[in-house]
């Protein structure tokens, strides 16, 4: 089973700073299946990006993925007051299905 | 529009059953393979079992292996998960997910653009 481990665990920024979150693979996670998910309180996470760095459909471009083998990461160039959630990083290359444990991204 | 309705969670005694139901609209339901992934409270993201748009490929969490079930009834556009011998650490809130891809059902396609809102399932005596 691949563990995905994330930093930090909680991140404290302003609206308009930068958010870079980071997603670490206990190892190599095959042709970079490896999506990100937000989930606000009381919600359904959401799809992000998969593929490592491809945005699902109506995602702001404001939010990027990269990374490939065992580190990932995703970036939130400037962090609008909806973008203050918890991220989830998740990898669908071999099962079974693992997440992260999650970055919770708070205001500062 | 996309929507994906969970029912069927509640409480239940440790070694009890339960059936949760996932009512899909909006797209070719029996196009799409189907998960069920589970939350713990105030805890992260589990996936718990998968299955294919036919039907015909079921797969499992080696936590809820041999008590779990996944099914679908492509007819009523409907997906299920019947639990049995639950346990304390199976209260979760449970999402259906639907699989980003059509006509696949290797785990290479399991990311997930929708999920329902949940339901809640508590295992207390």
């Known amino acids: 089973e691949i563990v995905l481990t994330q930093s930090p665990g909680t991140l404290s920024l302003s609206p308009g700073e930068r958010a870079t979150l980071s997603c670490r693979a206990s190892q190599s996670v095959s042709s970079s299946y490896l999506a990100w998910y937000q989930q606000k309180p009381g919600q359904a996470p959401r799809l992000l990006i998969y593929?490592?760095?491809s945005r699902a459909t109506g995602i702001p471009d404001r939010f990027s993925g990269s990374g490939s083998g065992t580190d990932f990461t995703l970036t939130i160039s400037r962090l609008e007051p909806e973008d203050f959630a918890v991220y989830y990083c998740q990898q669908y290359g071999s099962s079974p299905l693992t997440f992260g444990p999650g970055t919770k991204v708070d205001i500062k | 529009e996309v929507q994906l309705v969970e029912s069927g969670g509640g409480l239940v005694q440790p070694g009890g059953s339960l059936r949760l139901s996932c009512a899909a609209s909006g797209f070719t339901f029996s196009s799409y393979a189907m998960s069920w992934v589970r939350q713990a409270p105030g805890k992260g993201l589990e996936w718990v079992s998968a299955?294919?748009?036919?039907?015909?490929?079921?797969y499992y969490a080696d936590s809820v292996k041999g008590r779990f079930t996944i099914s679908r009834d492509n007819s009523k556009n409907t997906l299920y998960l019947q639990m049995n011998s639950l346990r304390a650490e199976d209260t979760a809130v449970y999402y259906c997910?639907?699989?980003?891809?059509?006509?696949?059902?290797?785990?290479?396609?399991?990311?997930?653009?929708?999920w329902g809102q949940g339901t809640l399932v508590t295992v207390s005596s």
């Open positions: 593929g490592a760095s």
């Open positions: 997910a639907k699989q980003r891809v059509p006509y696949c059902s290797s785990t290479s396609c399991y990311q997930f653009d929708y």
């Open positions: 299955i294919s748009g036919s039907g015909g490929s079921t």
